[in-house]
């Protein structure tokens, strides 16, 4: 063979018709290099507020206690909710089962906190590259980034690990395939959802309708999809969770409220502003953002103030889905199906602004500011506290230790109702469970709450751990 033949096939080789490995692999390099920092900074979040004893609910306790019990090859019953509770009655997260491996090899609830870092970092990938490519290097670069930052995803990872961290990248690879018109993706992406949280099957049956009512070539899929969606919502919401739950119910009825609230107070019209904002707000035009729909009604229609603001998880899984309406609506340069300049600008403006609207609150900021990176002075003293409980032992805590206990012992909540006896207790007089009002002498109140005599072990930063005595 001459070295003109060996040069010739060299250059088929890298034509447009047979890209190079390099030439394929390049529009991927910023998406994922997004993806990357993203998780970083909010591994570095969750890392934070870890060091310094930050615990904005007992969720990262329950989780924690959950893949240490998915590890250990059993099922997910978790004394922190109650004794004999299988979490899989309180909601139907069955996808969680991957975090055994997670626990396999970093047993501990700051592992949680890195993965959904990680899930959330991954979900900015398909985000970013449909941006850049739909829209153009710079635009797209902008979308991008400004997703990976999104109010939703900044407040979920500010209120540590939950279990629809999974959901965020799912709909995020399965919207941007919709976007791209590359259905069996879409629909391969979106059927697990409903293995992430129950409600999500009406969000899956929401996407199936929106393909097949605006993607008729492909009605029997959307339909096939709608009717997995709801099958799944009613099997695991009416049988399923009853069926494990210890009070034979699905919990959450009750918090429903009168209908009529359904649209006030005002902060719920301020959230659904927002969403629309990071929609680019052009993007209410497109059929995705139907999806929105099923999450916004149990939200507003709960009795719970934590649902309907913009701050905790709730609106993680609205992000993919305000994203993909922005892209869908602004169309494809590469087309002549495409938005107006004037149009691309006010909408992406319009969603990088709302990332910026409540500045003050921001969680990520919480990293530039060096008096966060100061070890609480109550961390080393927490270390003790834990320490002094034998490894093993049936540990009842506050929520500030619940996570960073679970490794070690078997833990139920200090104020929760379970009628099992502890081994030790941990007391903490600056928890916010106290309202304020600790009990002046710890040791004391322990005795009096479980009727057993007990010795104090460690009394130290705020700390009291006492054991039985008996």
Known sequence: MTHAATDADSAAAESPAHPSLTARLRPMAVPVL????????????????????????????IFTQLAKAYGELRAPIVPIKGDGANLLGDHFHPILVLLAPVWW???????LLWTQAALFGLSAVPIARCAMERLGSWPGLV???????????????????????????????SLVALVERRMAAAVLWAAPLVLV?????????????????????????????ACWGVGWFVLSTFVILPLLNTGGQYDYTDNLADPTSLLWPPVKWATAAMLVMAAGVIGARSPLILLMLPTLAWRFAGSVEFYWDWYWHYNAVLMPIAAAALLDVLGD????????????????????????????????????RPQKWDLTWRAAPAERALEAVPDGAVLATEITLLAKAVPDHDVQWLHGGNARVPDCAIIDRYAFSWGGQPPEDPAQWAADQWQVPVRVVVDDGGFTTVCRAD
């Open 34 to 61: 997004i993806g990357v920092i993203a998780m970083v900074l909010y591994g570095l979040l969750g890392w934070q507020q870890w060091r310094n004893l930050v615990a904005p609910s007992w969720d990262l306790g």
């Open 105 to 111: 090899i970093w047993p501990s609830g700051l592992a």
């Open 333 to 368: 340069r590469r087309t002549d199906r495409v938005a107006s300049r004037w149009t691309r600008l006010v909408a992406i403006t319009a969603m990088v602004a709302v990332t910026l609207v409540p500045l003050a609150r921001i969680p990520l900021l919480d990293l530039a």
């Open 197 to 225: 949280k129950e409600d999500l099957g009406l969000t899956v049956a929401m996407l199936g309708g929106v393909i097949a009512l605006w993607h008729r070539p492909y009605r029997r899929e959307g339909i096939g999809l």
């Open 143 to 173: 979308v991008g980034v400004a997703y990976a930052l999104s109010f939703g995803l900044q407040s979920a990872a500010a209120v540590q690990f939950h279990e629809i961290a999974f959901a965020v990248p799912m709909l995020a690879f």
